[in-house]
């Protein structure tokens, strides 16, 4: 099976932009959230989407929005970016048959993104 | 919400030393702890996880302990090998509805050969 998948990898943009970035779970998995990774403020979830439905909400500004789609891939959307949004964006897929634990949570490569 | 804390922030030990590395979370319905090592420029993997029901749980030379009563879990790694330099994550999720997991802020392990 092929593992999870981001694009793009990288992305440069500049603050006041806005940016869209893909996630492609593993296939057959129905879930999909999204974390963001910085130096500062380590792993925070994002939001987790099931069955094109969000599920679940971290603490981040409206400015951070994501969507799923009926194949399961998944896009998240930042408005007006701020030099803070600097981060690894890493998306997660998991089946969600049961409870976490019953099944993993395999991560994707993540989408580097730098904001100027 | 859930918060989790994680030290030490960095570890040094030789090849062939333990590696200690300890966890408290602050919600009691948490239920689940997974363990991931993310290496430099890689995505995290899980490397071993335990739920609520457990005390301890061991793969090789990976074990983690969890004390539901003090809210604290670890890891513990025996006889370490360069391949174990990686920073490690614990998290927590209450395994509710829902894959949301709160992560602690990782451990730089650096094992000396």
């Known amino acids: 099976k092929a593992g999870v998948t981001q694009t793009p990898r990288y992305l440069i943009k500049t603050r006041g932009q806005q940016v869209t970035l893909s996630c492609s779970p593993i296939s057959g998995h129905r879930s999909v959230s999204w974390y963001q990774q910085t130096p500062g403020q380590g792993l925070q979830f994002l939001f987790e989407y099931f069955s094109e439905t969000q599920r679940n909400k971290g603490n981040f500004p409206g400015r951070f929005s994501g969507r799923q789609f009926s194949n399961s891939r998944s896009e998240m959307n930042v408005s007006t970016l701020e030099l803070g949004d600097s981060a690894l964006y890493l998306c997660?897929?998991?089946?969600?048959?049961?409870?976490?634990?019953?099944?993993?949570?395999?991560f994707g490569p993540g989408t580097r993104l730098t904001v100027t | 919400g859930e918060n989790v804390e994680q030290h030490p922030s960095t570890l040094s030990v030789q090849e062939g030393d333990s590696a200690v590395i300890k966890c408290t979370y602050s919600d009691s319905a948490s239920n689940y702890f997974p363990w991931y090592k993310q290496e430099l420029g890689k995505r995290p993997q899980l490397i071993i996880d335990?739920?609520?029901?457990?005390g301890e749980k061991k793969d090789q030379r990976i074990a983690v302990t969890l004390n539901k009563t003090a809210k604290h879990f670890s890891l513990h790694i025996t006889e370490t090998q360069p391949e174990d330099s990686a920073v490690y994550f614990c998290?927590?999720?209450?395994?509710?509805?829902?894959?949301?997991?709160?992560f602690g802020g990782g451990t730089r392990v650096l094992v000396k050969p």
């Open positions: 335990i739920r609520s029901n457990v």
């Open positions: 998290a927590a999720s209450q395994g509710a509805a829902g894959n949301k997991l709160t």
């Open positions: 997660a897929s998991s089946p969600s048959q049961g409870r976490l634990g019953d099944y993993e949570q395999y």
